[in-house]
């Protein structure tokens, strides 16, 4: 029911700049937290930023002061990423937690995680 759909992804020389944007669609749900997680070959997958619905947010250390979530409404994530290094090359995965709702507007069941399929963030000379 709920789907994440990511762009932005791609090749970008260090210094440079890239935004990553995120839209869930679907019907039936309240989205809360939103965020970006990234993956490099041979790692563990690890969070990069999360926004809450009220704009809290919060980052890994490795990307404090370059990169910047933000949200335009309550089902859309961007990932405004300065300053780009080596060490980000990875896929990028989106990242939204959400409730389900009912036809008479009531959320049931528990909170659940939904993920975008990833789009590549290549930083390279």
């Known amino acids: 029911q709920v789907q994440l759909v990511e762009s932005g992804g791609g090749l970008v020389q260090p210094g440079g700049t890239l935004r990553l944007s995120c839209a869930a669609s679907?019907?039936?749900?309240?989205?809360?937290?939103m965020g970006w997680y990234r993956q490099a070959p041979g790692k563990q997958r690890e969070l990069v930023a999360i926004?809450?619905?009220?704009?809290?947010t919060n980052y890994a250390e490795a990307v404090k002061g370059r990169f910047i979530i933000s949200r335009e409404g309550a089902k859309t994530v961007d990932l405004q990423m300065n300053s780009l290094e080596f060490e980000d090359t990875a896929v990028y995965y989106c990242?939204?937690?959400?409730?389900?709702?009912?036809?008479?507007?009531?959320?049931?069941?528990?909170?659940?995680?939904?993920w975008g399929q990833g789009t590549q963030v290549t930083v390279s000379s």
């Open positions: 990242y939204g937690k959400a409730s389900r709702v009912s036809p008479n507007g009531r959320e049931f069941g528990s909170l659940a995680a939904y």
């Open positions: 679907g019907s039936g749900f309240n989205m809360y937290d």
């Open positions: 926004i809450n619905v009220g704009g809290s």
